[in-house]
């Protein structure tokens, strides 16, 4: 059985306990620059189990407690207690079984963020099998791919549609023997099927497991080439949730009388998402599943669930500040907002001075001015988040320091992260009580974060992966030097040893004067323009910088109304002259942030979005820089010409 952490579960024994030690990094200088930064681990390596023995190691302990929340049709949510958990769990893997999955073997899971996901994790594992997600947005050549390369010999998807669709490619798959439909009621199926099996069988399996098992074959995105699978270990998990758990206490340490719970709405099939739902069953965290991204769906599920944590990528905390201006606007309450929005802001950046030691904390008058805005504003966007949110772990690029400080004054703390799925999610995290706005944070507990000469990030620790999977090779390819993993970003450390990003190594772009431009930083101030939805900077071995831009259809309709305008579609706004004029003044804000040559002199508003459905985004919403290229080379063409 893995090695137990205590039960975390709201109770009395937390109300008003004293936050844990901060730890601060150790840090390495070369020639006057912070070029390494080290946290030691805050929780001890687990020497023996597996992911699998989590759900019975919950019910011996807590059988009562309740640790996750499942959806009905109705839209109801349902307790789920440790007990219950581990029974079910025990259930299908016992199907699995009984259906003749052996040790090691690979069952790829294509569905949407339910809570038939977490279940099958566990009953794989449990099983002593290897999971291998796959986006049930993934086109069939990539899922192809994936299960040809993975070798699975099982599949769930979440729907018909997608086994159909798979269909004709079966014969190139020869490994494949199961093809299960969640829809169709196969996991109860499996359930059902298990039930004459002992349950000594599933306890073999699990104690033939250990921390370097391979729990998961996690495909990378791609945004260049062919997607890898990227080997991580029961034990890079447990390095990495265990770690997680203590440093981020206000998320999955009740501190008080009130429950602590987690909506999970991110895609299960990237690493961030599970990561945290495993450290969620770690900790005894209630953790329920969102499966639908529409925005009346997600609203239903955050007001049905109201949890107090939300996973999220900056886009969606845009898009949720823009949303919340809008309807100010068209309440004709704009200059309250701004002004609340203003007011939260400076009351985010003087509480991180004072916990710098910077600064003595907010005035009495900003105070006061927070706590008028807390119900007119700021209570309204934690109400559209389910009412009870007071953090939220935000990843996949920046969010920025002037939403951050926002939503921190808005009385939502982010914790901002970095890492990639070859870290098993997070390789540095904001640290709480001493958070860095703009900033990535310190390095996760255990995990050592080093600048090298070119200024790209490499990372060292336990989460790190075992390497990438090639069949072709004999199994698992080293994918780092020395301990050492090259993650292609750039960034720098802080004299404390905050880590910033600079840009991506792959997508630096050197104009034909020889500057070398970091594209994301202005993507990124660009994004975040409620007038704009996506943003690619392009001008290699170009005379200067240009950029496409994507126009964000809800904003721009909200602004036409404002302006006494019908929506019209994107293809007749391309050269509206009034909203060029708008996006160059955005242009030239962003443009602060850089040098005259590195600057954005030109740009083209596209008549279409950047869609993963076109390959123009990762299902994480990264750029494929060169689909887009290929796509609008016209477009990027029209940027140069005199």
């Not at 620059?33 to 681990?41: G, L, N």
């Not at 805050?42 to 499942?70: E, I, K, Q, Y």
């Not at 391979?214 to 080439?225: D, E, P």
């Not at 429950?259 to 990237?270: C, K, Q, R």
Request: include cysteine; proline fraction near 7%.
């Amino acid at each position: 059985m893995s090695t137990p952490l205590p039960s975390f579960a709201a109770s009395a024994a937390f109300d008003d306990a004293p936050a844990p030690a901060l730890v601060e990094p150790e840090t390495r200088r070369l020639d006057g620059v912070v070029r390494e930064a080290y946290v030691p681990p805050f929780a001890p390596p687990v020497s023996h189990g597996s992911l699998g023995d989590l759900p019975f190691d919950n019910a011996a302990a807590v059988p009562d407690t309740v640790v996750l929340s499942r959806k009905a049709e109705d839209g109801s949510w349902a307790d789920v207690t440790a007990a219950e958990f581990a029974a079910q769990v025990l259930a299908v893997a016992k199907g699995l079984i009984a259906e003749g999955l052996m040790p090691g073997d690979r069952i790829a899971v294509m569905a949407r963020t339910t809570y038939e996901w977490t279940l099958l994790d566990f009953a794989a594992w449990a099983a002593g099998l290897v999971t291998v997600p796959v986006y049930p947005t993934s086109s069939v050549y990539q899922t192809r791919w994936i299960l040809q390369d993975s070798g699975a010999v099982a599949l769930v998807t979440e729907e018909s549609a997608q086994a159909a669709a798979l269909g004709p490619e079966l014969e190139h798959i020869p490994d494949l023997q199961h093809l299960w439909i969640m829809e169709k009621g196969h996991v109860d199926r499996l359930a059902e099927i298990g039930a004459p099996l002992s349950d000594q069988e599933v306890e073999v399996r699990r104690g033939m497991l250990g921390p370097s098992t391979l729990a998961t074959l996690v495909y990378t995105s791609g945004t260049t080439g062919r997607p890898k699978g990227c080997v991580l270990s029961h034990g890079n998990f447990f390095a990495e949730v265990d770690n997680a758990i203590e440093l981020l206490y206000p998320i999955f340490k009740s501190r008080s009388s009130e429950e602590v719970s987690v909506l999970l709405f991110l895609p299960m099939s990237h690493v961030f998402g599970r990561m945290v739902a495993v450290a969620c069953v770690r900790a005894r965290v209630r953790l329920g599943h969102a499966p639908s991204l529409l925005a009346e769906d997600l609203l239903a599920d955050l007001a049905g669930f109201r949890p107090t944590c939300l996973l999220a990528i900056p886009y969606m905390l845009e898009k949720v500040f823009n949303a919340a201006r809008a309807k100010a606007e068209a309440g004709g309450r704009l200059s309250s907002f701004d002004r609340a929005a203003s007011v939260a802001g400076r009351y985010g950046e003087a509480v991180e001075a004072k916990q710098h030691g910077t600064g003595p904390g907010p005035s009495r008058a900003l105070s006061l001015a927070r706590t008028f805005y807390d119900p007119l504003v700021y209570r309204r966007i934690r109400n559209a988040m389910g009412g009870r949110v007071r953090h939220a772990i935000c990843g996949g690029s920046p969010l920025g320091r002037r939403l951050a400080a926002f939503y921190a004054g808005a009385g939502i703390e982010i914790y901002e992260g970095y890492g990639l799925t070859e870290t098993t999610a997070a390789a540095t995290v904001t640290p709480p009580l001493k958070p860095r706005l703009g900033t990535v944070g310190w390095p996760l507990p255990g995990t050592r974060v080093r600048i090298a000469a070119d200024g790209e990030i490499l990372i060292a620790g336990e989460q790190v992966l075992r390497g990438y999977w090639d069949p072709a090779a004999g199994g698992v390819v080293p994918a780092a030097t020395d301990g050492w993993l090259a993650t292609g970003d750039l960034g720098e450390l802080d004299d404390e040893g905050y880590l910033t990003i600079t840009g991506r190594k792959k997508e630096m772009l050197i104009t034909a004067g020889g500057k070398s431009v970091a594209p994301a930083p202005l993507e990124n101030w660009l994004r975040a323009h409620p007038l704009i939805s996506q943003v690619m900077v392009v001008g290699d071995r170009r005379p200067y910088i240009a950029a496409l831009i994507t126009l964000d259809m809800n904003g721009v309709t909200h602004w036409r109304r404002m302006n006494g305008r019908h929506p019209v579609p994107a293809e007749l706004l391309v050269d509206d002259p009034e909203l060029r004029t708008l996006l160059q003044r955005a242009v030239d804000e962003a443009n602060k942030l850089v040098s005259r040559p590195e600057s954005i002199r030109r740009f083209a508003i596209l008549p279409t979005e950047f869609t993963e459905t076109a390959g123009h985004l990762t299902p994480s919403m990264k750029l494929r820089r060169e689909a887009v290229m290929r796509d609008f080379a016209t477009e990027v063409e029209g940027l140069y010409e005199r």
